[in-house]
DNA sequence: CGACGGCGCTTAACCGGATAAGTGCTCCGA
DNA sequence: TCGGAGCACTTATCCGGTTAAGCGCCGTCG
């Protein structure tokens, strides 16, 4: 194991200082370009990589960024959602040479806590913030902490920092109508987490929309998003006397998990039941019938939020243009597949 | 933004040398008891974190460690094993205050690049390496750079480093033997990416107690583990002229889509075929009927893992007792549900 | 009584980069 | 011919910790 190159290194090979190296390793002014070349060439064969704590240490970055997520192990692995947006995040990430440094949380407050250790240690340059929530702790917490962040969801009301998130009325709108043109008047759905932001946009529009449609019958259910969860709230959706002909999921897993209750109930999909889930994934395409679902990109919405991020913490707050808060990304597109057909009777 | 406090801070607080307060807070003598108290109390007050960077450039340890994952963003969001493995790896790593950088790549060359990056910059102390191949270029790569590494899977023939695995022949003959007890004779498997080591394991245990069960119809096929390829593999086996009566998946992924394909093809599950699913996750009891499989926790797999890594970071060679090689993780058990019963006829 | 050892603390060097300030040189124009 | 600007590079300092070495003071023992 031979001992690291550092620019001292350079500099002796090459005859001159460690700041001229420092200047022609960083493409600064201060050398000739005969000079910068020399040192370049001797620093590529040398094998020369700059030693990050003793850059972050001169000029107090740390060239990563934080992603603390508060979901349990299971749930984490069976949704699809997180890996694709980690996937994203960490693609414009380390394009821009930077790194992702990951921590699961059990709670809020561990979460805060994470955050507040990352930052007086210098270990991330700024935090992505995901499942923002409706009233969030989190938002004031790390603005007042002075730690830059990014909301990947929103839009948030009176962000102290950008946000990242697409607009869920409009696909909401597109799938009630999509339904009611195909015949069903009793419609449920299966949502998330009832203190989400975007759990909380979609039960508004759908009510909305439901309303302007004439469909009085929408129930709507809450759930944590688990299959278990899905399945047992399928179960009593479809044992009830006025059961519903269409059922909206909030996400794939509950979708999936519901499914299977139709077929262990003997339920035909979509002669008996019409299944429309969210958040468009290959497990979608697994099941007989395919769901019908919302397609949306998520690797390429883990990216912009990155992006957003690395913008927000990049440029000195000198610099004339302000940050583009709260980026829209594009909405969710409907994708019909096997598992919605016409209302029987 | 308030500055950060640093020890300099708390020095000059104390009435004491920056030195002091390092061996104060490192727990270290050269202090007495009342100005170590003293020190720490300040510190507290103050709520100082040292700065990770000053650390490690002193140090040169980087309190972290990397994780490289070459898998395509599809395939990562979709595999609950992934997310499970790193979620447990993050639990003990954080229980040691250790952190968890992460970066997906895709190819083998692109893997080794930021290993060799990671070392040299010294972000990483070490690696944990997933999906060990037959003839892995990357272990004697990564030996020969001197990088700490576990391999997560083995065990490695001539490993110059720890390995955890865990036996699968075991639960192989256990699987064999099950479906054979239930008269199952044509038995077919959808294996995992062919260069993998544990794929060749199980072929060859299945092999070998399918040689003992006197079982020679046993067709192996060979895929990537995404549900694309599990859906047309099934499909093959399913239209040809003598379909098996149980089908074996390699992961829970090939498994529900092959489950979907039976019901696309109207064989009943399982009265007219058979499943069995490695890797129980809740994808499989998401289904209907559920899915037999082989359940191991691969969170506490996760944390063995990183332990292994710590361990073998940690203390210098001096160490009396050598570094625990190539632990062994109890093997998976098989979980039978709904998805197979008694062969037919 | 003086030498010695150890405690408790300070001093200073070091890790490996970045960077402001300083130095010697050349070239230019007055 | 000389002052001054500007280039190319060196020197020295800093970032915030760790740590070897040094130093004064006290108690102890020969």
Not at 96 to 122: C, P
Not at 213 to 231: I, P, R
């Amino acid at each position: 194991m031979t001992r690291r190159v550092t620019i001292a290194d350079i500099a002796t090979a090459a005859g001159v200082s460690k700041g001229a190296v420092s200047y022609a390793l960083n493409g600064r002014p201060g050398v000739s370009e005969a000079t910068r070349a020399k040192i370049l060439a001797i620093a590529e064969e040398m094998g020369f990589v700059p030693n990050r704590a003793a850059r972050s240490l001169s000029v107090s970055t740390a060239q990563a960024v934080g992603l603390a997520l508060r979901r349990s192990a299971r749930t984490l692995g069976i949704e699809p959602y997180f890996m694709e947006l980690i996937s994203g995040i960490e693609a414009t990430l380390s394009a821009g040479s930077y790194g992702l440094t990951l921590q699961i949380v059990d709670t809020v407050e561990e979460e805060m806590e994470v955050y507040r250790r990352w930052w007086a240690e210098r270990r991330v340059d700024g935090v992505l913030l995901c499942d923002v929530g409706i009233e969030d702790r989190r938002l004031d917490f790390v603005a007042d902490l002075g730690l830059p962040a990014v909301a990947v969801g929103g839009p948030v009301a009176g962000a102290r920092f950008p946000a990242v998130w697409h607009d869920d009325a409009e696909p909401c709108r597109e799938i009630l109508e999509y339904l009611h043109a195909l015949g069903h008047r009793r419609i449920a759905r299966v949502a998330g987490f009832a203190h989400l932001l975007h759990t909380a946009q979609r039960d508004a529009a759908y009510a909305e929309t439901a309303a302007e449609l004439g469909l009085d019958g929408m129930t709507t259910v809450h759930s944590d998003y688990t299959g278990e969860q899905g399945a047992r709230i399928t179960r009593r959706l479809l044992s009830s006397a006025k059961r519903p002909t269409a059922i909206i999921f909030d996400n794939d897993v509950t979708a999936v998990a519901g499914l299977g209750v139709a077929h262990e109930l003997g339920i035909a999909v979509p002669d008996g039941l019409s299944i429309v889930a969210w958040d468009d994934s290959p497990l979608c395409r697994l099941t007989h019938p395919a769901l019908t679902s919302l397609t949306r990109d998520i690797t390429a919405y883990g990216s912009q939020c990155a992006e957003a991020l690395l913008a927000h913490i990049g440029p000195p707050p000198a610099s004339g243009e302000a940050p583009a808060f709260s980026v829209q990304f594009r909405p969710a597109q409907l994708s019909p597949r096997g598992s919605t057909g016409p209302a029987r009777g």
